[in-house]
C-alpha cells in the first residue's frame, strides 16, 4: 500500500495514444497494437509550503518519461497464435534532477525489452501456452549512478536499477496448460 502523503499540488498533462489494425493474411489474422504515451508536464510539491517542481522525464515521482511505448504484433492462423512484445522506455533523467537540474547523478539509457508469446488451442477445454520473455536478455541499465563518488567496483555509488521498470531476472523461458472444467 501506499502511504498517505500530504502534498500541496499535483498538476499533470499529457496524452496517451493507441491504435489498433486487423488483416487477413492467408490462412490467419494479423494483428498489431500500440500504445504510446506521452507526458508534457508532472508538477508536484513535497508539501503544502514546500516549491513546485516539475518531475517530467525524471524517475522522481514513481518514474516520469517524456513518453513510453508499447507495441505488440500477433499472427493467428487455426487454433494458433505466435506473437511479440516490445516495450520502450527512452533515456531519463535520475530522480534527483527533478529537484536539482545540477546532479551529477548520471542519466539512464533507454531500454528496450522483447517478449515472445504464443498458445495453442487443444481442445475447448484446454489450452498450451509459452513463451520467451526478455528475449535478447537485456540487461536493465543503472539507476543512481555517482560518477564522482565511485572507487571501487563494487561500490554503492556505481548505482542499482529500478526493477519497476527494467527486467532485473533476465530471459526466462514459460509453459502452461490451462484447463478448463
Same mark, same amino acid.
Given at each position: 500500500?501506499?502511504?498517505?502523503?500530504?502534498?500541496?499540488? =499535483?498538476?499533470?498533462?499529457? =496524452?496517451?495514444?493507441?491504435? &489498433?489494425?486487423?488483416?487477413?493474411? /492467408?490462412?490467419? %489474422?494479423?494483428?498489431?497494437? &500500440?500504445?504510446?504515451?506521452?507526458?508534457?508536464?508532472?508538477?508536484? !510539491?513535497?508539501?503544502?509550503?514546500?516549491?513546485?517542481?516539475?518531475?517530467?522525464? %525524471?524517475?522522481?515521482? /514513481?518514474? !516520469?518519461?517524456?513518453?513510453?511505448? #508499447? %507495441?505488440?504484433?500477433?499472427?493467428?492462423?487455426?487454433?494458433?497464435?505466435?506473437?511479440?512484445?516490445?516495450?520502450?522506455?527512452?533515456?531519463?533523467?535520475?530522480?534527483?534532477?527533478?529537484?536539482?537540474?545540477?546532479?551529477?547523478?548520471?542519466? #539512464?539509457?533507454?531500454?528496450?525489452?522483447?517478449?515472445?508469446? &504464443?498458445?495453442? !488451442?487443444? +481442445?475447448?477445454?484446454?489450452?498450451?501456452? /509459452?513463451?520467451?520473455?526478455?528475449?535478447?536478455?537485456?540487461?536493465?541499465?543503472? #539507476? /543512481?549512478?555517482?560518477?564522482?563518488?565511485?572507487?571501487?567496483?563494487?561500490?554503492? +555509488?556505481?548505482?542499482?536499477?529500478? &526493477?519497476?521498470?527494467?527486467? #532485473?531476472?533476465?530471459?526466462?523461458?514459460?509453459?502452461?496448460?490451462?484447463?478448463?472444467?
Amino acid at each position: 500500500a501506499a502511504p498517505f502523503f500530504n502534498t500541496g499540488i =499535483l498538476e499533470t498533462t499529457g =496524452l496517451d495514444v493507441t491504435t &489498433s489494425w486487423t488483416a487477413d493474411f /492467408g490462412p490467419g %489474422t494479423f494483428n498489431i497494437n &500500440s500504445t504510446a504515451t506521452f507526458l508534457d508536464r508532472f508538477e508536484t !510539491q513535497d508539501n503544502p509550503t514546500a516549491q513546485v517542481f516539475d518531475a517530467a522525464g %525524471t524517475l522522481d515521482q /514513481g518514474g !516520469q518519461y517524456d513518453y513510453r511505448l #508499447v %507495441t505488440t504484433t500477433a499472427y493467428a492462423f487455426g487454433k494458433a497464435q505466435v506473437g511479440l512484445q516490445w516495450r520502450h522506455y527512452p533515456s531519463i533523467k535520475d530522480d534527483d534532477a527533478a529537484r536539482d537540474p545540477s546532479t551529477r547523478l548520471l542519466p #539512464v539509457d533507454s531500454y528496450n525489452v522483447f517478449n515472445l508469446f &504464443s498458445r495453442f !488451442q487443444i +481442445n475447448e477445454k484446454m489450452e498450451f501456452r /509459452g513463451g520467451i520473455d526478455n528475449l535478447l536478455d537485456e540487461d536493465p541499465p543503472i #539507476v /543512481g549512478a555517482d560518477p564522482g563518488t565511485a572507487t571501487l567496483p563494487a561500490d554503492r +555509488n556505481l548505482g542499482d536499477t529500478d &526493477s519497476g521498470f527494467y527486467d #532485473v531476472l533476465g530471459r526466462r523461458v514459460y509453459i502452461g496448460v490451462q484447463m478448463n472444467f
